[in-house]
């Protein structure tokens, strides 16, 4: 089936500096990707859809200069946490739909020291 | 917009029991509904999925059903084996292709 991948599963960063998470579509191209935040013991909640070409849309509360999503491809899709900070740290997880499907990346562990 | 409600939080049961977890979701055009789970520390895992127009569908141990008049969808798990310990997530499709979640369900099997 569909495959999802991230990149990084894990990282550590210091505060105030920046970090990019890579999603991709492996055999499928997908014009839209969305990205997640969970926080633990919490469900996963949408910050932003990746439109390919064009400017990501982001949910209410989410911060579009911290959180920069470029997509720059049919299959890739990036989330930059800039000047990242303590409270930043959280599992992030990508998702794109191929066909009526929609399928998640792995995951990435972010922890901001 | 959608809103998806999921019971219960946690859910423990015996080895070879059976296990249900329910979801409710508000809004009447949603018409997709998949299943997550989620291991720790890993990524979320299609599990099964239903569209509006099928009232259940089952792959080996594990079905769902859907009751489009009352909006609630459940995942039914059968011959739990310890393995199937993790987080559970619904979710229900709003728009064109947004996923809204319920809040997930950790399910624990007792040996």
């Known amino acids: 089936g569909a495959v999802v991948s991230q990149h990084p599963s894990r990282v550590i960063c210091k505060s105030g500096t920046s970090v990019k998470i890579e999603c991709r579509s492996l055999?499928?191209?997908?014009?839209?990707m969305f990205w997640y935040r969970q926080f633990p013991k919490q469900s996963l909640m949408l910050m932003a859809t990746s439109n390919e070409g064009s400017k990501a849309t982001y949910e209410q509360g989410v911060e579009k200069d911290k959180f920069l999503i470029n997509h720059a491809s049919l299959t890739l899709s990036t989330l930059t946490v800039t000047s990242a900070h303590p409270e930043d740290s959280s599992f992030y997880i990508c998702?794109?739909?191929?066909?009526?499907?929609?399928?998640f990346g792995e995951g990435s562990w972010l922890t901001v020291v | 917009g959608e809103n998806v409600e999921q019971h219960p939080s946690t859910l423990s049961v015996q080895e070879g029991d059976s296990a249900v977890i329910k979801c409710t979701y508000s809004d009447s055009a949603s018409n997709y509904f998949p299943w997550y789970k989620q291991e720790l520390g890993k990524g979320s895992q299609l599990i099964i999925d239903i569209r509006s127009n099928v009232g259940e569908k089952k792959d080996q141990r594990i079905a769902v059903t859907l009751n489009k008049t009352a909006k609630h969808f459940s995942l039914h798990i059968t011959e739990t084996q310890p393995e199937d310990s993790a987080v559970y997530f619904c979710a229900a499709r709003q728009g064109a292709q947004k996923l809204v979640f319920g809040q997930g369900t950790r399910l624990t099997i007792n040996p």
């Open positions: 998702s794109a739909m191929a066909g009526n499907t929609i399928y």
């Open positions: 055999d499928f191209q997908a014009t839209t």
